[in-house]
């Protein structure tokens, strides 16, 4: 082959590549939308319903785990979405350590100020899976579940369904989680 040829069709590949992954990383924003979109326009519906929390707080705990896993069977057999974090409420949504590399180096950013949101979804290849991630930052409506004064009725619900919650003392702000889809080779 002369160089000129392997040249463009490294190139090529190259480019091929580089557009497979764009399109894998569309595919996992879009379903990271499915389950955030979800979960936020359920939990606002909620939160007006009753400005306490208290309904809202009900919610998240009776439904967010099984909203997860409808969403996930609406999805492709080889992909899936969930949701997770560093300090968690719900054990089962517990952190494996690329989850934990991936968070830490949002943490790591954001304290050397070079975080930048035009950049926040980072895109991870491992073992034939490859991983989208978008963080989530304590806004000041999770404060009401997940920040320092939170209302003795939500706390003794949360304590109840979550004797382990680390979610709590949050500040606006805070990386609270990320939601991460996952997308097998097909
Ligand atoms: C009304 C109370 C309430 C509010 C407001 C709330 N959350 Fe939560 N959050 C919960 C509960 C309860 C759970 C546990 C749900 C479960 O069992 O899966 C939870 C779980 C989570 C999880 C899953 C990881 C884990 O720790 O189990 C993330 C991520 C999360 N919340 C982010 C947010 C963000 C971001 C906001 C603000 C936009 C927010 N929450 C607002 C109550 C709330």
Redesign the pocket.
């Known amino acids: 082959m002369k160089l000129s040829t392997l040249i463009i069709s490294t190139t090529l590949l190259g480019a091929v590549a580089w557009a497979q992954t764009l399109t894998i990383k569309q595919e996992g924003i879009g379903y990271i939308k499915m389950l955030g979109g979800t979960l ?1 326009s359920e ?1 606002q519906a ?2 007006k319903e009753d400005p306490t ?1 208290i309904t ?2 009900k ?3 009776e439904r ?2 099984s909203i ?1 896993k409808e969403i996930n069977a609406k999805l492709p057999e080889y992909a899936s979405v969930r ?3 560093l ?4 054990k ?2 517990k952190a494996d350590a690329t989850d934990d590399k991936v968070m830490n180096a949002y943490i790591k950013a954001i304290e050397e100020k070079k975080y930048s949101p035009k950049d926040a979804i980072k895109v991870v290849e491992e073992g034939g899976i490859t991983r989208i991630y978008k963080p ?4 000041k ?2 404060l ?3 920040g320092t004064s939170v209302s003795p009725k ?1 706390i003794t619900l ?1 304590k109840e ?2 004797p382990d919650d ?2 709590i003392d949050l500040f606006e702000g805070d990386l ?4 991460v889809a996952e997308i097998k080779k097909h």
């Open positions: 936020k939990l909620k939160m929390g809202a707080a919610f998240c705990k967010a785990s997860t949701r997770t974090a300090k968690i409420r719900n089962d949504n989530l930052f304590v806004q409506a999770c009401k579940c997940h939500i949360i369904g979550y680390k979610a609270r989680g990320v939601i």
